[in-house]
């Protein structure tokens, strides 16, 4: 269990996100529930250690170089993720689009390695926490969980994010046999209008789903039927990352 202290300097770094890559005192205050003073006593000694930067034109905080350099060290030193990279690469350039690496946390799935299309550079906006039950590689991770597991995240609500998703907890539930059933989860437009996506699980060496291997991409070039077409490639890819997991001296 960390001190105080540091648990309010991870709540601070965990604030900023894609969507957000800069904030500032007052929001940081209003959202953690400190004390302006204690935030920028924390901002300090996260600026000295190059964790936070400041912006001078905005006077804002976002994360430093040395947060960075973190960020390259896990991912190197993860099997999974330095396995997972150059194939992201691959299938990116194979597919023409967006094809990114997810993790579950807690209720959201964490994009923790993305490459992103040549066209999501400019057309879209990442977004580097998904629902679960709203995104295809949440429905993968959700579908390979614990019967209890499950049942609780349908339980708690599923909040409505286009007109596309499904809400209904009983439909949502017959939704992950049928895709443990096929190994695959799409998702068109269910998260967001206009981005199409499908999703793979990743096992590891004990046959434990640990990640969901993805390719996204705009309704309109990466539609259903390229998104179908994708699939068998989607499964190679990710029967080579289990097996490279598995002999890690290869």
Not at 44 to 69: C, F, M, W
Not at 178 to 193: D, M, P, S, T, V
Request: proline letters at 4%; charged letters at 20%; one cysteine or more.
């Amino acid at each position: 269990m960390p001190s105080r202290t540091v648990a309010k300097a991870i709540s601070i770094l965990q604030q900023f996100s894609v969507e957000e890559p800069q904030l500032g005192v007052s929001e940081l205050s209003r959202r953690l529930g400190l004390t302006r003073s204690t935030v920028h006593r924390l901002l300090a000694s996260l600026r000295e250690g190059g964790l936070i930067e400041q912006n001078p034109s905005t006077h804002k905080y976002r994360l430093g170089r040395t947060a960075v350099d973190l960020g390259y060290n896990a991912i190197y030193s993860d099997p999974l993720l330095v396995t997972a990279l150059p194939y992201l690469y691959f299938l990116s350039d194979q597919v023409g689009e967006t094809a990114y690496l997810g993790e579950r946390r807690g209720d959201e799935v964490a994009t923790v390695l993305h490459v992103l299309s040549h066209s999501a550079r400019e057309q879209m906006h990442w977004y580097d926490r998904l629902p679960l039950h709203a995104s295809s590689s949440g429905k993968i991770l959700l579908a390979h969980a614990e019967e209890s597991d499950l049942s609780a995240v349908l339980e708690q609500g599923l909040s409505g994010h286009t007109e596309h998703t499904v809400t209904d907890p009983a439909v949502l539930h017959e939704d992950m046999a049928r895709i443990r059933e096929q190994g695959f989860a799409a998702c068109f437009e269910e998260y967001k209008l206009g981005v199409n996506a499908i999703a793979v699980p990743i096992a590891d060496q004990e046959g434990k789903v640990v990640a969901a291997l993805t390719v996204l991409g705009p309704a309109y070039t990466f539609t259903r039927d390229k998104a179908m077409a994708s699939l068998e490639r989607l499964k190679a890819v990710s029967r080579e990352i289990t097996l490279k997991l598995a002999s890690p001296s290869d």
